[in-house]
T-cell receptor, first 112, second 115 residues
Framework: AQSVTQLGSHVSVSEGALVLLRCNYS??????LFWYVQYPNQGLQLLLK??????LVKGINGFEAEFKKSETSFHLTKPSAHMSDAAEYFC??????????FGKGTRLHILP | AAGVIQSPRHLIKEKRETATLKCYPI?????VYWYQQGPGQDPQFLIS???????DKGSIPDRFSAQQFSDYHSELNMSSLELGDSALYFC??????????????FGPGTRLTVL
């Protein structure tokens, strides 16, 4: 069955530390992959997307993600966390049809 | 750049009432999607329209209906509202002309509260 899994519903990192949010998908063919961010009481903002071009994708706000087919992963990273990065992050996949399937989300907490 | 517009932003209704949510896609986008995000949940796909025709359907209750109009805006109609319908409703839009996957751009959402 096609699915997307985010490891860790809550992740805490210190300000200035590396951010790593994990996402794995299950599919017989590589899907299109996205990361969205949702700030409290706000909508979903597209951070970055993978569309079968370069496997390392750079997004907004210093985030990037690497598509690894052998690991069926699309982990999100940022070298140095900032307080303003505190939000809910959703990994999402599109299996070549209309709908986006979202992961359960990971809430990122930034410690001062 | 213009974004997806949703109205109203907040809506409070009583049980068994009806509600209409509106979505105005990004200019020149021809596809509209509706998602429902319950409290503390991930967004769930409801329904989508391409060129005014329903293109895909997800877990949308029979009490809900939607359509896309000639100007590409869309409306989600919800009848016989239940407490469980309280959620954030997102509209997203995309353009099929850009080639490749249809990247969906989300609106700010309509927060529906059913009392």
């Amino acid at each position: 069955a096609q699915s997307v899994t985010q490891l860790g519903s809550h992740v805490s990192v210190s300000e200035g530390a590396l951010v790593l949010l994990r996402c794995n998908y299950s599919s017989s063919v590589p899907p299109y992959l996205f990361w969205y961010v949702q700030y409290p009481n706000q909508g979903l903002q597209l951070l970055l997307k993978y569309t079968s071009a370069a496997t390392l994708v750079k997004g907004i706000n210093g985030f990037e993600a690497e598509f690894k087919k052998s690991e069926t992963s699309f982990h999100l990273t940022k070298p140095s966390a900032h307080m303003s990065d505190a939000a809910e992050y959703f990994c999402a996949v599109n299996f070549r049809d209309d709908k986006i399937i979202f992961g359960k989300g990971t809430r990122l907490h930034i410690l001062p | 750049a213009a974004g997806v517009i949703q109205s109203p932003r907040h809506l409070i209704k009583e049980k068994r009432e009806t509600a209409t949510l509106k979505c105005y896609p990004i200019p020149r986008h021809d596809t509209v999607y509706w998602y429902q995000q319950g409290p503390g949940q991930d967004p769930q796909f409801l329904i989508s329209f391409y060129e005014k025709m329903q293109s895909d359907k997800g877990s949308i209750p029979d009490r809900f209906s939607a359509q896309q109009f000639s100007d590409y805006h869309s409306e989600l109609n919800m009848s016989s509202l239940e407490l469980g319908d309280s959620a954030l409703y997102f509209c997203a839009s995309s353009s099929s002309r850009q080639g490749g996957p249809d990247t969906q751009y989300f609106g700010p959402g309509t927060r529906l509260t059913v009392l």
